[in-house]
C-alpha cells in the first residue's frame, strides 16, 4: 500500500519535494469518531467504488473511482485493493514516512467507518494544496480515499472535511468493475483475459489467472485530468518506478506522440533476463479523466509485445 501511496502522490497532485515551504494554516484537529452514516437518496456514489459521500454542492464530475469539481478546487480519488493484494494495515501509514518525503502532516489519527478500523491523515506537500487520505483495512479488501485541495480556501477546506463525515463505505454491494470500465479493449485473438480490479488498476493475464512475477500483465488505470497534465510526464514517472521494481538498463524506443496520446516502448532487464513493457497513454478533452495502458513481458518478449500492441490498437474511451 505505501507504493501506491507514493505513486498517488507522485502522480496524481502532490508533486512534493524536500524543501522550504511555507504552509498555510493547518486544519482544525480532526476528533477520534466512530462514523456510521447510512446511504440516503441525497449520497453520491463514486462510479466503480463502495464509496459514498453527501457532497456539499453540484458543481462536480464523476468518474470511475473518482469525483472531480468542476472548478477544478478539490477532487476524491478511491482506490480499491484486495487483501491479497495488499498486506498492509492502517498501522503502516504513519507521519514518519509521509514527512521522510517532505510532506507535512498536520494530524492523523484512528477512527472506525461503518465498523471497520480506518485511519485518516490531514496534509500538505506543496503551498498550493493540501489533501486528506483515508484509509478504510476490511482486511479482505482495502479502500483509500484521497481528498486532494485548494490549501488558500478556508471555507472549502471546512466544507471537505465536513464531507469526509458523511462517508459510507457499501462493505455488502458487489460492483461490476469490468462492465463499468470507462474504456474499450478487444482481448480477441490473444491469451489475455481479465483478472480483476484492484487499486483502480484492470489486470488482464495469460488465460484470466494469477500471475507470477516473471509471467506477462497488462495494467489499465484511469487518473483525473486535473490541470491539463502531460501525458509524457506519466510515463516519465512510471518509467521511474520501474527502476524501484527491480527492472535495469533501461532503454526508450518507439516512441509516438500526440496531442491526445503517448505511446512508447522500453526495453531492459529484469532479475538480469530480458525485458519490455509497453506504454499508451490516451485523453480525451471531453472527458474528466486520462486512460493508461502498461503492459510488460519478462520473459516470452518476440510474442507477448506483438499483442500488446493489437490490444492497445483497440485501446480507447466508451
Do not use: W
Not at 194 to 217: C, H, M, R, V, W
Amino acid at each position: 500500500m505505501k507504493k501506491i501511496v507514493l505513486l498517488i502522490i507522485t502522480v496524481n497532485l502532490f508533486n512534493c519535494q524536500k524543501k522550504e515551504v511555507q504552509y498555510t494554516s493547518p486544519p482544525p484537529p480532526m476528533e477520534a469518531v466512530t462514523l456510521n452514516n447510512n446511504i440516503t437518496s441525497k449520497h453520491v456514489n463514486i462510479p466503480n467504488t463502495k464509496i459514498y459521500f453527501l457532497p456539499f454542492d453540484k458543481n462536480y464530475n464523476l468518474s470511475n473511482g473518482a469525483m472531480v469539481s468542476k472548478d477544478n478546487n478539490y477532487s476524491i480519488t478511491v482506490m480499491e485493493s484486495d487483501g491479497n493484494t495488499v498486506k498492509n494495515t492502517v498501522d503502516d501509514f504513519s507521519k514518519e514516512d509521509f514527512e521522510a518525503k517532505g510532506i507535512k502532516v498536520f494530524d492523523d489519527k484512528f477512527i472506525t467507518v461503518n465498523g471497520v478500523k480506518s485511519k485518516i491523515i490531514f496534509l500538505q506537500g506543496q503551498p498550493q494544496l493540501k489533501g486528506a487520505i483515508l484509509f478504510i483495512d476490511n482486511r479482505t479488501e482495502k479502500e483509500m480515499i484521497t481528498v486532494m485541495y485548494d490549501a488558500n480556501n478556508t471555507l472549502l477546506e471546512n466544507k471537505v472535511k465536513n464531507m469526509l463525515h458523511t462517508i459510507v463505505y457499501n462493505k455488502d454491494s458487489k460492483v461490476d468493475y469490468l462492465g463499468n470500465a470507462t474504456f474499450n479493449i478487444d482481448l480477441s485473438g490473444t491469451k489475455f483475459k481479465f483478472q480483476k480490479y484492484t487499486s483502480n488498476f484492470y489486470n488482464f493475464t495469460e488465460d484470466g489467472k494469477d500471475a507470477e512475477i516473471l509471467e506477462p500483465t497488462i495494467l489499465i488505470s484511469q487518473i483525473p485530468n486535473i490541470g491539463d497534465p502531460s501525458l509524457k510526464g506519466f510515463f516519465e514517472e512510471s518509467k521511474k518506478s520501474l527502476l524501484k521494481y527491480g527492472f535495469e538498463d533501461l532503454n526508450e524506443k518507439n516512441i509516438v506522440e500526440t496531442k491526445d496520446s503517448f505511446q512508447a516502448e522500453i526495453d531492459g532487464k529484469f532479475k538480469g533476463k530480458p525485458s519490455v513493457c509497453y506504454y499508451k497513454i490516451i485523453k480525451d478533452p471531453k472527458k474528466d479523466f486520462i486512460l493508461f495502458l502498461m503492459a510488460s513481458s519478462k520473459q516470452n518478449l518476440d510474442q507477448d509485445l506483438p499483442q500488446f500492441k493489437k490490444i492497445a490498437n483497440t485501446f480507447s474511451f466508451k
